[in-house]
């Protein structure tokens, strides 16, 4: 059974910083990506950015230059590095792992952790 456990998340000021992290109940490179999403209240789950086994990194437009996705192998631990916070990055952020079994994809997801950003 899969776990990923969010944490970091709450309320800031903007331009503040904050750092979500999410601890997977097992070895990480048993999955094919981990990565986060967001979801503010009345709006769709978006991608925010995720990080494959091999380290490549990919951002939402609207998130560049400002967060970082990492990982940690020895701690089976990704984590969110948020910076120059918006009001609009207020959501709902949640953990995500995938892994591909031939032609089926099992998506993992968090309980979430809320993420306020106040102007």
């Known amino acids: 059974q899969v776990q990923l456990v969010e944490s970091g998340g709450g309320l800031v000021q903007a331009g503040g910083s904050l750092r979500l992290s999410c601890a997977a109940s097992?070895?990480?490179?048993?999955?094919?990506?981990m990565g986060w999403y967001r979801q503010a209240p009345g709006k769709q789950r978006e991608l925010v950015a995720f990080i494959t086994t091999g380290g490549n990194t990919n951002y939402a437009d609207s998130v560049k230059d400002r967060f970082t996705v990492s990982r940690d192998n020895a701690k089976n631990t990704v984590y969110l590095q948020m910076n120059s916070l918006k009001p609009e990055d207020t959501a709902v952020y949640y953990c995500?792992?995938?892994?591909?079994?031939?032609?089926?994809?099992?998506?993992?997801w968090g309980q979430g952790t809320q993420v306020t950003v106040s102007s």
């Open positions: 995500n792992a995938v892994r591909y079994n031939g032609p089926i994809t099992n998506n993992y």
């Open positions: 097992g070895n990480i490179f048993s999955f094919n990506a």
